[in-house]
């Protein structure tokens, strides 16, 4: 049930009607229904799945806090049983058809052996909340609940099902014990957030979409088809995440609550390490916290035995593989994940961490031209159907085939460019006309007005090129 389909649209007026309506006391445990009606949905067995998953955690962390020569047995548990989860839901697509072939060689029946499962939704997220609310228990950084009502609704949230952000207790659980009461200042929050989730999605991200499908499909791209390709799905894959998490939190604020903000400029970005502080925030913010930070002090109390190139290199490098293995089962996860942390690896050789920028306008520029070519081919990597689709491509296609190529891909440049101006012009205006009330007006009007056009035209004709 994605947050743009009329299903969904549907089912959250009416909930909304219900929960600011019912008695505060019974708003939690309907957050919860709802939030359980959503993930159960597309497959009635996901809820099994979360409710157990969830009551599990539950008891390990009033075990932690109750039982302090038990608490690292107990935090262990959890944190084995929750990788565990989901490694087997999403490494079991990367082995099942071995495993099917294998029992079907076998005169076996594969699908009887469930090579073929469904992924839990939101899997990927709320295993993340869960394990930090066990590893903040633990530290004493966070007091447990003993509300299970509140902390399965912590869990389960529905705002964030699809794309976060990934909230911690201390963030939203706590606005969970608290009381909520309706005020318009909840609209006057969420309508904008609304607006630009589904202006990116329906006009941007569906329709450029098409184009980057069109390329990323060919057996055989042009290098030039390639950046193409890659300057396309650059452009799709930040508008349509972020439009989930734009209406993620309009969804929210509509519910009383305040979440994270997910994505803040990344492409202006001048370091890798700038990029992830821009990028997913909430998922930046808890693989800093809980694997590069925990690594680095583990290293740095035996640096006599590592030496300090080390202590700078593994962090990060061990961080960026792990966020690729949750992006993603297949090895082109794994290597895009590096690949980051081989760049960010490389800046800080350079000099240049983080929030680096040099003084001159002129160096700045190329900063970030350089930054954002090596941005592109990250999601070139990501994008790919194989590595050795990608392989072959880099190392044996022409630059281009034929003129016509050279036609059609400035053809569809000019598109992506003129699906990218409304980005663009948000960002100028926000950054340059913050206070400027009447163009913020026409810009989210002529954001409607585009909405309502494409909503039901996700895919024009005119987007499609014969290459």
């Given at each position: 049930?994605?947050?743009?389909?009329?299903?969904?649209?549907?089912?959250?007026?009416?909930?909304?009607?219900?929960?600011?309506?019912?008695?505060?006391?019974?708003?939690?445990?309907?957050?919860?229904?709802?939030?359980?009606?959503?993930?159960?949905?597309?497959?009635?067995?996901?809820?099994?799945?979360?409710?157990?998953?969830?009551?599990?955690?539950?008891?390990?962390?009033?075990?932690?806090?109750?039982?302090?020569?038990?608490?690292?047995?107990?935090?262990?548990?959890?944190?084995?049983?929750?990788?565990?989860?989901?490694?087997?839901?999403?490494?079991?697509?990367?082995?099942?058809?071995?495993?099917?072939?294998?029992?079907?060689?076998?005169?076996?029946?594969?699908?009887?052996?469930?090579?073929?499962?469904?992924?839990?939704?939101?899997?990927?997220?709320?295993?993340?909340?869960?394990?930090?609310?066990?590893?903040?228990?633990?530290?004493?950084?966070?007091?447990?609940?003993?509300d299970f009502i509140a902390y399965a609704a912590y869990v389960s949230f529905f705002p964030q099902v699809f794309s976060g952000?990934?909230?911690?207790?201390?963030?939203?659980?706590?606005?969970?014990?608290?009381?909520?009461?309706?005020?318009?200042?909840?609209?006057?929050?969420?309508?904008?957030?609304?607006?630009?989730?589904?202006?990116?999605?329906?006009?941007?991200?569906?329709?450029?979409?098409?184009?980057?499908?069109?390329?990323?499909?060919?057996?055989?791209?042009?290098?030039?088809?390639?950046?193409?390709?890659?300057?396309?799905?650059?452009?799709?894959?930040?508008?349509?995440?972020?439009?989930?998490?734009?209406?993620?939190?309009?969804?929210?604020?509509?519910?009383?609550?305040?979440?994270?903000?997910?994505?803040?400029?990344?492409?202006?970005?001048?370091?890798?390490?700038?990029?992830?502080?821009?990028?997913?925030?909430?998922?930046?913010?808890?693989?800093?916290?809980?694997?590069?930070?925990?690594?680095?002090?583990?290293?740095?109390?035996?640096?006599?035995?590592?030496?300090?190139?080390?202590?700078?290199?593994?962090?990060?490098?061990?961080?960026?593989?792990?966020?690729?293995?949750?992006?993603?089962?297949?090895?082109?996860?794994?290597?895009?994940?590096?690949?980051?942390?081989?760049?960010?690896?490389?800046?800080?050789?350079?000099?240049?961490?983080?929030?680096?920028?040099?003084?001159?306008?002129?160096?700045?520029?190329?900063?970030?031209?350089?930054?954002?070519?090596?941005?592109?081919?990250?999601?070139?990597?990501?994008?790919?159907?194989?590595?050795?689709?990608?392989?072959?491509?880099?190392?044996?296609?022409?630059?281009?085939?034929?003129?016509?190529?050279?036609?059609a891909s400035f053809i569809l440049l000019v598109m992506v460019g003129f699906y990218a101006l409304p980005l663009i012009l948000?960002?100028?205006?926000?950054?340059?006309?913050?206070?400027?009330?009447?163009?913020?007006?026409?810009?989210?009007?002529?954001?409607?007005?585009?909405?309502?056009?494409?909503?039901?035209?996700?895919?024009?004709?005119?987007?499609?090129?014969?290459?």
């Amino acid at each position: 049930m994605s947050f743009t389909s009329y299903d969904f649209i549907v089912f959250f007026l009416v909930f909304l009607a219900a929960y600011w309506l019912a008695p505060a006391k019974f708003r939690n445990a309907l957050l919860l229904l709802g939030s359980y009606i959503v993930y159960g949905w597309l497959a009635g067995w996901h809820v099994v799945v979360l409710a157990l998953a969830t009551a599990l955690d539950y008891f390990l962390a009033l075990g932690i806090a109750a039982r302090k020569d038990k608490a690292r047995l107990f935090l262990w548990t959890g944190i084995i049983l929750n990788v565990g989860l989901l490694a087997f839901f999403k490494y079991y697509f990367f082995f099942n058809e071995s495993l099917a072939n294998a029992l079907n060689g076998m005169g076996l029946n594969g699908d009887a052996f469930f090579t073929k499962i469904l992924l839990p939704l939101g899997l990927s997220f709320y295993v993340l909340k869960k394990i930090s609310y066990l590893l903040d228990v633990e530290r004493g950084t966070f007091k447990p609940t003993r509300d299970f009502i509140a902390y399965a609704a912590y869990v389960s949230f529905f705002p964030q099902v699809f794309s976060g952000p990934i909230d911690r207790p201390q963030k939203l659980l706590t606005q969970l014990y608290a009381p909520r009461a309706w005020k318009m200042e909840n609209f006057y929050q969420a309508w904008t957030l609304l607006v630009m989730g589904f202006f990116k999605k329906m006009f941007i991200a569906n329709t450029t979409q098409i184009i980057a499908g069109q390329i990323f499909e060919l057996e055989e791209p042009s290098l030039l088809l390639l950046i193409v390709g890659g300057l396309t799905y650059t452009l799709q894959i930040i508008a349509d995440f972020s439009s989930y998490t734009d209406l993620s939190r309009g969804l929210a604020h509509l519910l009383g609550f305040e979440t994270t903000e997910n994505f803040n400029r990344p492409y202006l970005a001048l370091t890798p390490g700038e990029f992830w502080n821009r990028w997913h925030i909430s998922l930046s913010a808890w693989l800093r916290d809980y694997i590069f930070f925990p690594l680095r002090r583990f290293l740095l109390k035996n640096k006599t035995r590592v030496s300090e190139f080390w202590i700078q290199s593994i962090p990060p490098l061990v961080t960026m593989a792990v966020s690729g293995l949750w992006h993603g089962a297949g090895w082109k996860f794994i290597i895009w994940g590096l690949y980051y942390g081989v760049l960010i690896v490389l800046y800080q050789a350079l000099g240049a961490r983080g929030e680096w920028k040099p003084k001159e306008k002129i160096k700045q520029f190329f900063a970030w031209l350089l930054m954002f070519a090596l941005i592109v081919f990250g999601w070139i990597i990501f994008r790919a159907i194989s590595l050795d689709w990608l392989w072959q491509t880099l190392t044996h296609a022409p630059f281009a085939r034929s003129p016509q190529e050279w036609t059609a891909s400035f053809i569809l440049l000019v598109m992506v460019g003129f699906y990218a101006l409304p980005l663009i012009l948000k960002m100028m205006l926000d950054l340059y006309a913050e206070k400027n009330l009447t163009l913020h007006a026409l810009y989210y009007t002529a954001a409607v007005l585009l909405t309502i056009l494409f909503i039901n035209s996700t895919s024009p004709d005119f987007i499609y090129v014969q290459f």
